[in-house]
């Protein structure tokens, strides 16, 4: 007999999956000279770069160097020029990782039934997806849902949307390949937040965080795949679980300006997001269809492919869920190469956890487990949990060089990966962390950026100091 509707699987699979950031990267010391070159010191422009030098973050992608000419000018870009980069400089970079998930998905564009995106970074109409479908090829009549307003969370997010739009086909009999895109561009927004800085005297930490990045996956309902010859899955999609913390509204958000867009982050935020964990996860595994096998009692059991949105938000999912940075190392690995690049991370995670650069760091040396959480943060405060299975037969396809952008005058020089950080005026501490992580580098995708196991190993004794260093901050 039939197992009934409400105890089967999904039947939901992710089969392609793809990263692609920009061909630059930002040190630490390139906020210290756009500040000492426009803005005068101050108490909190202190603060903040004093912040900035201890995140944990090797380098931060980004579409340009501190010399592009946009963050260069007499005053900051407006929402116009920004409009204008993130079209130019940004797109491409989804197209590309778009089509790094097609092709390991072994799905044509037109194939596509479905396409749901999402951005923070940008509010044009029609939105960046509308250039990305034509970029691509896909069918006139693809059906396009572009999710505003979610943040870090996005990803995840838009995944769940396509999920429900995947059942509802299968409902129909029909078969469903969605295409998932997050694209983000925030360092175009650091004249803004250094203008907030400076007048209003805020403590505004986002700045330091936040990195340039596009990430696409393929999620198909399996429906006539035999005839369609799809890649095996990459990750079957069990279940998720969304959540709003109430009265959160004012602690996360990215509120719209003329010369862009304001993070919002406030100091509650590390402790609300630490005490919805356990709850989130408790909600995730009662809303399966299937219980996880016996060899998954606790979250240790699992690996974690956690949203990095700062130092202090991983260490305390470590505390709340008695997990090690290993669990979560795909989050740490991507959080120091790369920064917080709000809802493409999760994606660019989802996709680092599967190079054998990580499956050589599991907690114990136990080996990557086929169970993975993925979760992320976003505007609200709103949570997002899924649960994966992880097809550990499968290995990432090879790399992807970046696309040219449009706006890098070649008199720009060289990228600032190739230029570095000088640690010599930084603690013991900052300088081993930074000697020990490779520099990002410019070709990713399919989840094989560079990476060592001393990464790693190196970020977990810097980063109880880094969370102190951050926590002993006052954050206005």
Not at 318 to 333: C, F, N, Q, V, W
Request: glycine residues 10%; proline residues 8%; aromatic residues 4%.
């Amino acid at each position: 007999m039939a197992a009934p509707a409400a105890q089967r699987e999904l039947g939901l699979s992710i089969i392609g999956l793809g990263t692609q950031y920009p061909p630059f990267s930002i040190p630490p010391s390139a906020l210290d000279a756009l500040s000492k070159k426009f803005y005068p010191d101050s108490p909190a422009m202190q603060k903040v770069l004093s912040i900035n030098r201890f995140t944990g973050i090797d380098q931060r992608s980004s579409i340009g160097t501190p010399d592009h000419p946009l963050v260069n000018g007499p005053t900051a870009p407006t929402i116009t020029e920004i409009n204008k980069i993130f079209m130019s400089d940004g797109v491409p970079l989804a197209v590309s990782a778009a089509r790094q998930a097609l092709a390991e998905a072994r799905v044509e564009p037109l194939q596509i039934t479905h396409m749901v995106s999402t951005t923070c970074t940008n509010s044009a109409n029609p939105g960046y997806d509308h250039f990305v479908a034509r970029d691509l090829g896909l069918s006139q009549s693809v059906e396009k849902v572009l999710l505003h307003g979610v943040g870090c969370s996005g990803g995840l997010a838009a995944l769940r949307t396509a999920a429900n739009l995947c059942l509802g086909h299968a409902m129909r009999g029909l078969p469903a390949r969605i295409l998932v895109a997050a694209l983000e561009i925030s360092t175009t927004l650091v004249r803004s937040e250094l203008d907030s800085i400076n007048a209003d005297q805020d403590t505004r930490i986002g700045i330091a965080l936040f990195s340039d990045c596009a990430g696409a996956l393929v999620l198909s309902n399996g429906l006539g795949a035999a005839d369609e010859a799809l890649a095996p899955p990459v990750y079957e999609l069990l279940g998720w679980e969304h959540h709003t913390i109430p009265d959160t509204e004012s602690d996360l958000g990215f509120d719209v300006d003329p010369l862009g867009w304001k993070v919002v982050l406030t100091p509650r935020v590390p402790t609300l997001t630490q005490g919805v964990l356990e709850p989130a996860y408790k909600a995730l595994l009662g809303a399966l269809a299937q219980p996880p096998p016996e060899s998954y009692r606790t979250p240790a059991d699992y690996d974690w492919a956690m949203h990095p949105g700062g130092a202090t938000i991983l260490t305390g999912a470590e505390k709340a869920l008695g997990i090690t940075p290993e669990h979560m190392r795909a989050s740490y690995d991507t959080y120091i190469s790369h920064g917080n690049s709000s809802s493409a991370t999760i994606i660019s995670v989802l996709n680092r956890l599967r190079a054998k650069e990580m499956d050589s760091m599991t907690p114990g040396g136990r080996g990557p487990r086929d169970h993975v959480v993925g979760c992320a943060f976003g505007p609200g405060i709103s949570v997002e949990m899924c649960m994966l299975r992880r097809n550990l037969s499968t290995t990432p396809s090879g790399l992807q060089t970046p696309p040219e952008t449009e706006s890098e005058p070649s008199e720009a020089g060289a990228p600032a990966s190739e230029s570095g950080d000088d640690p010599a005026n930084e603690s013991e501490v900052a300088a081993g962390l930074a000697n020990g992580a490779n520099k990002p580098v410019k070709e990713t995708g399919g989840g094989n950026t560079t990476a060592d196991g001393e990464r790693l190993e190196t970020a977990k004794k810097a980063e109880s100091f880094i969370s102190e260093a951050l926590e002993s901050v006052e954050l206005d």
